[in-house]
């Protein structure tokens, strides 16, 4: 396990009041603990805050006219290496549970139903289960270029297919469309990553295999631990960190830093 601290800084300005929900804090679960965190608002205004249909923590708020910012921080112990499960079983439908089924179905996104036969000759050799996974893995990195800056906004696993490009959350898409297409259950994850190239919010995808959910991420040739999840959803649609309702991108900049801290235990 390792220490890292997440830090993000996001500035707006607001031609209007504005109502916004984010995604912003992170919570502790099986791969991570949340030892301790801060969110700041300037100027402060009342929020209120829930837990959505995927457990994510939302912050619901109005912002006001003018500028507006919110400051997080988090230091999170989290695994340093990330586990793999080649051999996992398949685990059959009637098996699955009930808050994993919906991660079996086509999403906006995630058109799961238009990528049966590319899944099944991707996967033709591999044992059901993880290494299904794993090879559908290998063919979106081998055939699908990871290029940061490609596209500003979520575009479909069908669309990606096609432009043979994408960025984190564009693979991630096709390779959870081929996943669900074969009656794996997969979900998309958005966090950071420490010791990320060109700093920014990462995203990745996790398959339930072997009674378990594990991590996979087409972006690297091995998966690296230091990962903070903020948000796990369907796709893209489930998992944004800010949704802004009214005219206008009022977004002016966006900041993220993850360093390394020391063990306190040590």
């Known amino acids: 396990m390792i220490w890292v601290k997440a830090t993000s800084k996001l500035e707006f300005h607001m031609t209007a009041w504005t109502p916004l929900v984010l995604m912003l804090r992170p919570r502790s679960g099986a791969q991570q603990w949340v030892s301790r965190e801060s969110y700041t608002l300037r100027p402060h205004v009342p929020v209120v805050e829930y837990t ?41 439908i009637q098996n699955l549970p009930e ?11 995630c058109e799961s139903d238009r990528f049966g036969d590319l899944a099944f000759n991707i996967t033709a050799d591999a044992a059901p289960g993880y290494d299904q996974v794993a ?19 979520p575009v479909s696993a069908a669309e ?26 997969a979900r998309l994850v958005v966090g950071y990553l420490y010791g990320l190239k060109e700093m920014d919010l990462h995203a990745w995808y996790e398959a339930y295999v072997g009674g378990r959910w594990y991590t996979f991420d ?5 998966v690296r631990g230091g990962r903070v999840a ?37």
Do not use: K
């Open 135 to 153: 090879a559908i893995d290998r063919w979106v990195r081998n055939n699908i270029r990871f290029t940061p800056g490609s596209s500003n906004f």
């Open 230 to 266: 903020i948000a796990y959803g369907r796709d893209a649609a489930d998992v944004s960190i800010f949704h802004q309702f009214g005219a206008g991108d009022n977004l002016i900049s966006m900041e993220v830093e993850v360093e390394r801290l020391p063990d306190p235990t040590s």
């Open 52 to 92: 959505d249909l995927y457990g994510n923590l939302c912050q619901r708020l109005v912002a006001p006219y003018g500028p507006f910012s919110i400051h997080t921080s988090a230091e999170v112990m989290t695994a340093d290496t990330m586990d793999t499960g080649f051999g996992a079983c398949f685990m059959e």
């Open 99 to 109: 808050a994993v089924l919906v991660y079996l179905l086509p999403s906006r996104y």
């Open 218 to 222: 087409p972006t690297q040739d091995l």
């Open 160 to 185: 990606v297919n096609l432009r043979g490009e994408g960025v984190c959350r564009d693979l991630a898409h096709i390779a959870i469309a081929l996943c669900r297409s074969i009656s794996i259950p």
